[in-house]
């Protein structure tokens, strides 16, 4: 089911138990405008609203369960990344600025990559040329976007959480040079009063495998990286395991002055390796 036969779905629920929409809204705690557009399909209810509607109307169990899978779901949307990029790369980074813009906590754990909102010019470009079918002008243009918006970094109403672990900052995916100015990049940007950067080290015993990078937006939603799509899960329920991924890897991380002397001990080997090549 999609948010539209949802929608209608729980329409024809509460029309067949014979309960007027301001009741239902009520009991579900919930504006009657929000559970029209619920019903219209204008809206994507999250499980915790098809949950509380059901339970509003007073289904039966055994309907519950079969509307509360459906909405589970669909709370979970993926989004191939060719068709991203076919969309156009730069407006993807311009919705995601959009996004971060209204959210007051992000949290971001990447087990590969240097987080985007603290990349370089030069390590953006790099990563970005790596692909054949992307133009000059596809990477000018998606380039420019990812550091529009590195601005939320400097936005003190916001709280913006990085985990990034050690193999990250030694894989050379781009030359040397540029990886020395990433880490110092990476360095100054934890020094920023809403910026917290944590490295998980590979010494010492681990608890928790890295699987794939993720960002949480507020509590409401997760955008998980995949080889092939993006997927935005947003039932509660999912959104709590990555919170609770993501919490227990910032506890085994090194943070402070003991994360900024482990991301310059690594830059400095870097240069070492340079001046003896």
């Known amino acids: 089911m999609n948010r539209s036969e949802i929608g209608n779905a729980l329409r024809v629920l509460r029309n067949a138990s014979g309960k007027e929409a301001k009741a239902v809204a009520r009991s579900a705690v919930?504006?009657?405008s929000k559970l029209s557009r619920i019903e219209t399909g204008k809206v994507s209810p999250s499980a915790d609203?098809?949950?509380r509607i059901l339970t509003a109307i007073g289904v039966s169990d055994d309907v519950k369960t079969e509307y509360m899978d459906a909405a589970r779901a669909a709370a979970t949307e993926a989004t191939a990344w060719r068709l991203i990029q076919r969309a156009g790369l730069h407006k993807a980074q311009q919705r995601l600025r959009?996004?971060?813009?209204?959210?007051?906590?992000l949290r971001v754990?990447?087990?590969?990559?240097?987080?985007?909102?603290?990349?370089?010019?030069?390590?953006?470009r790099a990563i970005l040329s790596r692909y054949d079918d992307l133009s000059e002008e596809t990477v000018r243009r998606t380039a420019s976007a990812r550091i529009d918006r590195q601005e939320i970094l400097y936005d003190e109403s916001?709280?913006?959480?990085?985990?990034i672990t050690e193999p990250v900052l030694r894989w050379l995916i781009v030359p040397p040079t540029v990886m020395v100015s990433q880490l110092d990049r990476l360095v100054s940007a934890s020094?920023?009063?809403?910026?917290?950067?944590?490295v998980v080290p590979t010494n010492g015993r681990k608890y928790d495998i890295p699987n794939h990078a993720f960002?949480?937006?507020?509590?409401?939603a997760v955008a998980v990286e995949t080889v092939h799509a993006e997927v935005i899960a947003t039932d509660p329920r999912d959104v709590s395991l990555y919170v609770s991924k993501f919490e227990k890897f910032s506890e085994s991380a090194v943070s402070g002055d003991a994360m900024r002397a482990l991301i310059?001990?690594?830059?400095?080997?870097?240069l070492r390796e340079q001046e003896t090549a």
């Open 264 to 270: 310059e001990g690594i830059r400095d080997e870097f």
């Open 191 to 198: 020094r920023l009063p809403s910026v917290d950067v944590r």
């Open 158 to 163: 916001k709280t913006l959480q990085f985990v």
């Open 49 to 51: 609203d098809v949950d």
């Open 98 to 105: 959009d996004v971060e813009a209204r959210m007051s906590l």
């Open 30 to 32: 919930m504006s009657p």
């Open 215 to 220: 960002a949480i937006q507020d509590d409401r």
């Open 109 to 124: 754990f990447q087990p590969a990559l240097v987080p985007g909102l603290l990349q370089t010019p030069e390590y953006i």
